[in-house]
């Protein structure tokens, strides 16, 4: 079946900008993640979706970021006056309640702040 | 905050040798312990996992210990092959969550034919 997918792959950005990045989860995964990888580094938490429930911030940078899961399937990340330290891959992964724990990550976009 | 701490960063072995990875976690409420592979330019990858009621779990070459007492969990693998180079990810659950992982920073195999 189709796994998580990531749109758009690759993002090129000027400082300042705005940028909205899709997240596509496996179909009937109730949870959703985005983390942050920045070259060469580990996977940064950012955000964390549960079925109805209020989502997990916790990892937020700051409040230029924010996302949203519409109708419990697809999520969008949004980075609003971007600026050059946010340059990095942007990885999102889905779980679902009968595999607990287990995520499922997608290809990732990789985002470029001029 | 809660942590997860993973040595060595970075780790070279010869083809047919054994590679260890260990890992630190802070939350003592943590219950499941996974590993993910990273291929360059690829995405994360689940290639074992164990929950906090066994002490031990083996899938073919690799194998995960964890040792809940001192709050240390390890991935091993024998026989290495080329294709085992790749970065690997340590992660435990923030406060015995369903969901929410901590990552480790990764370690970076690299095995020499």
């Known amino acids: 079946g189709a796994g998580v997918s990531q749109s758009p792959s690759n993002k090129v950005t000027e400082k300042g900008k705005d940028v909205e990045l899709r997240c596509d989860p496996i179909?009937?995964?109730?949870?959703l993640y985005w983390y942050r990888q920045s070259l060469g580094q580990g996977l940064e938490f950012l955000i964390y979706?549960?079925?109805?429930?209020?989502?997990?911030k916790s990892g937020l940078p700051s409040d230029r970021f924010s996302a949203e899961r519409t109708g419990g399937s697809v999520s969008t990340l949004t980075i609003q006056r971007t600026q050059q330290e946010d340059s990095a891959v942007y990885l999102c992964?889905?779980?679902?309640?009968?595999?607990?724990?287990?995520?499922?990550f997608g290809p990732g976009t990789r985002l470029t702040v001029l | 905050g809660e942590n997860v701490e993973q040595h060595p960063s970075t780790l070279s072995v010869q083809e047919g040798d054994s590679a260890v990875i260990k890992c630190t976690y802070s939350d003592s409420a943590s219950n499941y312990f996974p590993w993910y592979k990273q291929e360059l330019g690829k995405r994360p990858q689940l290639i074992i996992d164990i929950r906090s009621n066994v002490g031990e779990k083996k899938d073919q070459r690799i194998a995960v210990t964890l040792n809940k007492t001192a709050k240390h969990f390890s991935l091993h693998i024998t026989e290495t092959q080329p294709e085992d180079s790749a970065v690997y990810f340590c992660a435990s659950n923030y406060g015995g969550s369903q969901g929410n992982l901590i990552f480790g920073k990764g370690t970076k195999l690299s095995v020499k034919p």
């Open positions: 179909s009937g995964h109730t949870a």
């Open positions: 979706f549960q079925g109805n429930s209020a989502p997990d």
């Open positions: 992964a889905s779980s679902s309640d009968r595999t607990r724990n287990e995520q499922f």
